[in-house]
């Protein structure tokens, strides 16, 4: 505690030294997030991280995240320097979407309209038509579907096959997949509702679909802390990071929150929701990032960026 105040104090000044921002994601250690706070940062789903690194002010992003959002705001803001606590937090669906593969595979249908999660790189974000974040995933794939359009879906599968079932849109897909949400089991989501009747489920997309088909909300992290907020029941059960419930925590007082059984035995498993590589953001990281740059800055070379910025273009003037 006295230690995490030293650093937190050492931040505050550097951020000010450096003309400085903070951007965290809900899924990093509570203590990121209540210092994102303190300091005028953000914390917020990857739509809102993108769009308030874009309009920051401040010449300089500290992103606590994982690299797709880092890429994602230094293409969005090439004049700014971005930094990141590491540069190893990476993302099992960047991951297992290697650009020549997926480039490949898009090569094989090239009458189809190429919609990517944000949650992967630079390159392969280059060779899409349109980016989407969970939060704006729905809407988007509803007017490509409407206009007609044959869409190629990828990375995550569950998010994809939600997608399916909620437009009526048919999407050829790419297999990936989070290896945190993959892990929440419906069975043992459905004792732990039975034990407690009257909770609510929370899901986020990611997760398999028959988890999906519990859950009373579906949604991105910035959603799901809504719905904390607005459904009328004292207990949640939550299926996503347990980053989250920092958030929730503050949205919702006085509310009750479960996590999502991950094991298929009924028990909750302490760790396993949370994902290893936003686990990787300490004050340690963030204080070194700021006082020295090499080794955490994102650089995405301008070829890349310029193609990239194009369909995340799109989805921000689309979310407008
Ligand atoms: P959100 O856009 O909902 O914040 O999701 C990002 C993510 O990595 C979820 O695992
Ligand atoms: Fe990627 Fe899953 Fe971690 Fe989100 S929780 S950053 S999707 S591995």
């Known amino acids: 505690e006295a230690e995490q105040q030293v650093y937190k ?15 965290a994601h809900y899924y990093t250690d509570p203590v990121i997030q209540a210092l994102a706070e303190e300091t005028n940062g953000c914390v917020a789903d990857s739509l809102e991280m993108a769009r308030f690194g874009r ?19 230094k293409i969005l803001s090439p004049e700014k320097t971005v930094l990141m606590p590491t540069l190893e937090a990476t993302c099992s669906l960047d991951l297992g979407c290697p650009i020549d593969k997926f480039s490949a595979f898009c090569d094989e249908h090239p009458d189809h309209t190429v919609v990517v999660y944000a949650n992967t790189s630079a390159a392969v974000k280059a060779r899409a038509d349109w980016v989407v974040t969970s939060s704006i995933a ?10 007609g359009k044959k869409i190629l879906w990828g990375p995550d599968r569950h998010l994809g096959a939600y997608i399916e079932k909620q437009t009526g849109a048919e999407m050829l897909m790419w297999q990936g997949a989070c290896i945190v949400h993959d892990e929440f089991k419906a069975r043992a989501l459905a004792s732990l509702k039975q034990q407690y009747p009257d909770a609510a489920i929370l899901v986020h997309p990611e997760s398999p679909a028959n988890v999906v088909a519990m859950a009373d909300a579906v949604g991105s992290t910035s ?7 607005t459904l009328p029941n004292k207990r949640l059960i939550v299926a996503t990071d347990k980053g989250i419930f920092y958030k929730m925590q503050q949205a919702a007082p006085g509310k009750i929150f479960l996590e999502a059984p991950t094991g298929g035995n009924g028990a909750t498993c302490k760790s396993c929701a949370h994902c290893p590589w936003m686990a990787m953001n300490g004050l340690d990281a963030i204080e070194q990032a700021l006082t020295d740059n090499s080794g955490h800055e994102i650089f995405v070379d301008e070829a890349t960026r310029v193609k990239a910025m194009i369909p995340l273009n799109r989805m921000l003037d689309f979310a407008a």
């Open 55 to 73: 309009d920051a002010k401040e010449q300089t992003l500290i992103v606590a995240g994982v690299k797709f959002m880092g890429e994602t705001a």
């Open 223 to 229: 959603q799901l802390i809504k719905a904390a907020q």
């Open 138 to 147: 729905l809407e988007i794939v509803e007017h490509l579907d409407s206009q």
């Open 9 to 23: 104090e050492r931040i505050k000044r550097l951020l000010k030294e450096k003309n400085a921002v903070l951007v």
